[in-house]
């Protein structure tokens, strides 16, 4: 069969390579960022896929494959996925040498057996959105396959009765919207990378969407997974609920492409919303936002979004005075008004010091938007990505990092990797700057998030942003958060994973990953090693 021609994706950005900015918007950019930095910008020409030296593939599929395996420059760039500051350069060290686009499950499993027969290691791949370099090419193989699920791209079947649809597992998440909207529903699954990350990809990861409190991580959403092992097909019953013993569906959450290979699930999906609420409240300190947040999501009211950001981040994306906190409260149902949880949710804030005027809280019913004025539009903006890319190349060290944390750590927690984070910014670039806010919360702790950024330094590489992760993951282990609370593991978080999981479960997993991976080719080196 034909393969499905889909929108070329940037080889160097998040995002379609329509989405790319201009070389004058770019040079607008850094000439702008020279300004306020008071330094040159070496802004680095974009790569053009024609231009690139990669090394040549080391292996060729069989003729039986070879309809659908690529081996061009563009493809094997596309799925490097290495180090970021190094191929907006045009340097991409250790490429796949194939890139597999299988179109059905009797190619999909003639590609993984033939990887494993070979022992050549096959990388299990959506839209490549990893931020810790989950779907990079390993070291140490002498054939590496990509393994690129962008064609099962459907959703196959709607429960209407049960709120279910089966889906495969490439799919993107526009694309799986727009296939459950015209019959009323939706999955209301939204990652940050939902525009370039597929439904296999926050299965494989746990990912969680900016819903902030009840259904947040994809595992909320799961009713059975079907995914092939180079040992066999393994799909759990659709069941709503079970307690036969430890769930198959709970081994595929999370595993990150080292068990096998997702290519489809049954997920439980909503009636889409006709009612909304949306308020922004602002508070003196940041202290008196996050008590607030503890009390409304103690109370259960379950507002959709309970984002609480630090005052330097509300004065950045959402045009606040850098004095004030700011929580973004919205309620939605596709069967109720939404008024009363708001106006709960909004006295406990006020109880809190938070400040509202009751004319700035938003109501909507038809499937009206609400939250797109004031200070929560502006975030609202800010936070979701349009494409783009025109400050990625600058060498300049930024990152975030995310953990979880439970109330009673939670002020011990934020002081001390504010103070690790500070301190590793200062010792590499001079300086640099730091906000937080609450991803998700939980009735026992909240999820933060981290976003720093040093001053600039040209030349700058890769070497000083991993000094600053690492200064910052480890205050997170040593404050006794979780290394990652969405991001999932991938390769960047490995050696403290390694430290957070117990060793009796590594033992475990070790020994899941040898009877479903017996050659050890699915993604090595993530989660687990030999």
């Known amino acids: 069969m034909a393969a499905k021609v889909l929108p070329r994706r940037s080889i160097w950005m998040f995002g379609l390579e329509s989405e790319e900015p201009t070389e004058q918007q770019r040079r607008d950019f850094a000439k702008d960022f020279s ?39 563009y493809e094997r760039a596309l799925h490097a996925k290495g180090d970021r500051l190094e191929e907006i350069r045009g340097v991409f060290k250790n490429p796949p040498d194939i890139v597999a686009h299988p179109g059905t499950e009797q190619e999909l499993q003639d590609v993984l057996e033939w990887c494993s027969d070979n022992e050549y290691a096959a990388i299990p791949y959506g839209g490549g959105s990893s931020s810790v370099e989950g779907v990079t090419p390993p070291e140490g193989y002498g054939g590496i396959v990509t393994i690129d699920m962008d064609q099962f791209d459907q959703v196959l079947e709607i429960d209407e009765t049960s709120r279910a649809a089966r889906i495969q597992a490439g799919i993107y998440g526009p694309a799986l919207e727009d296939r459950l909207r015209p019959h009323g529903f939706t999955l209301r699954h939204f990652p940050q990378s939902f525009a370039g990350s597929t439904l296999g990809g926050w299965i494989a990861t746990r990912s969680g969407g900016h819903y902030a409190t009840n259904d947040t991580h994809i595992d909320d959403f799961v009713e059975s997974v079907r995914m092939l092992t180079p040992v066999g097909w393994w799909e759990s019953r659709r069941l709503p609920g079970s307690g036969a013993g430890p769930s198959p569906d709970r081994i595929a959450l999370g595993s990150e492409g080292i068990l096998g290979v997702i290519t489809e699930a049954w997920m439980r999906i909503q009636v889409r919303p006709k009612f909304r609420a949306t308020a922004g409240v602002t508070f003196p300190s940041w202290e008196a936002g996050y008590e607030a947040t503890r009390q409304i999501v103690q109370t259960k009211l379950w507002p959709a979004n309970l984002r609480l950001l630090d005052p330097d981040l509300a004065r950045d994306g959402a045009g606040l005075d850098g004095t004030q906190a700011l929580l973004i409260i919205g309620f939605e149902s596709a069967e109720l008004p939404q008024e009363w949880p708001m106006r709960q949710a909004v006295e406990i804030a006020r109880g809190a010091g938070g400040q509202i005027e009751d004319d700035d809280i938003g109501f909507a019913g038809s499937g009206q938007p609400t939250g797109r004025g004031g200070a929560a539009g502006a975030w609202r903006d800010a936070f979701i990505p349009k494409g783009g890319g025109v400050a990625v190349g600058l060498g300049r060290v930024a990152n975030t990092v995310e953990s979880s944390i439970t109330w009673d750590r939670w002020p011990e927690f934020d002081a001390q990797v504010r103070q690790a984070l500070a301190k590793a910014l200062k010792e590499v670039c001079g300086g640099g700057t730091i906000n937080c806010r609450f991803t998700h919360v939980y009735t026992d702790g909240p999820a933060p998030y981290y976003t720093f950024a040093g001053r600039y330094k040209p030349g700058i590489g890769s070497e000083a942003q991993a000094a600053v992760k690492q200064a910052a993951s480890e205050a997170i282990m040593k404050a006794g958060g979780t290394i990652t609370h969405h991001h999932a593991v991938g390769r960047q978080h490995r050696p403290w994973y390694d430290e957070q999981r117990p060793e009796p479960f590594a033992i475990a997993l070790r020994a899941s990953k040898r009877a479903l991976d017996p050659n050890w080719v699915l993604n090595p080196g993530v989660l687990i090693d030999p």
């Open 35 to 73: 300004e306020r930095q008071g330094v040159e910008v070496d802004l680095p020409p974009i790569p053009r896929v024609e231009d690139l030296q990669l090394r040549e593939p080391r292996i060729k599929p069989p003729q039986s494959l070879a309809d659908f395996c690529r081996m061009d420059n």
